[in-house]
């Protein structure tokens, strides 16, 4: 079998490393899975369309991934506020406000990973054009 061209190498790693945004248990458990998923559809597109079919298959991917890892990341905060209710059983009001708005930090969580990440590009380059 030969060589996959530098271009699949390069979408499968980008792939691969977008799959950060999930949480680290759902990528512990679906990651490979989902990595051989893509790989294989990567490997039919270029080879039945080329470059053009990658591009569809990677820019597919996008709003799928932002969805559903957002969607993971919220499962994961809920997780950890109900087993935070649990704990809360027999505490005094106080204890059990503290726990609340805490876990309502958490929910918030998701959205400002997201949001930070997606501006720290546009600030990096504000800072560069400032800086000339």
């Known amino acids: 079998m030969r060589e996959s061209p530098a271009v699949l190498r390069v979408a499968q790693a980008i792939y691969q490393r977008s799959l ?20 294989q559809m990567a490997q039919e597109a270029w080879r039945d369309r080329g470059l053009a079919g990658l591009l569809l298959v990677g820019l597919s991917t996008i709003p ?22 649990h704990g809360l059983e027999g505490k005094s009001p106080s204890g059990r406000l503290v ?23 546009v600030d990096l380059t504000m800072k560069h054009v400032e800086g000339s």
Request: proline residues 5%.
């Open 20 to 39: 950060g945004l999930y949480p680290h248990r759902f990528r512990r458990e679906y990651g490979p899975e989902m990595i051989l998923l893509f790989n």
């Open 99 to 121: 726990m609340q708005l805490a876990g309502l930090g958490l929910l918030m969580l998701p959205i400002a990973v997201v949001s930070s990440s997606a501006f720290a590009k």
């Open 64 to 85: 799928d991934l932002l969805v559903s890892a957002g969607k993971e990341h919220t499962a994961a905060c809920q997780e950890r506020i109900e087993s935070w209710k």
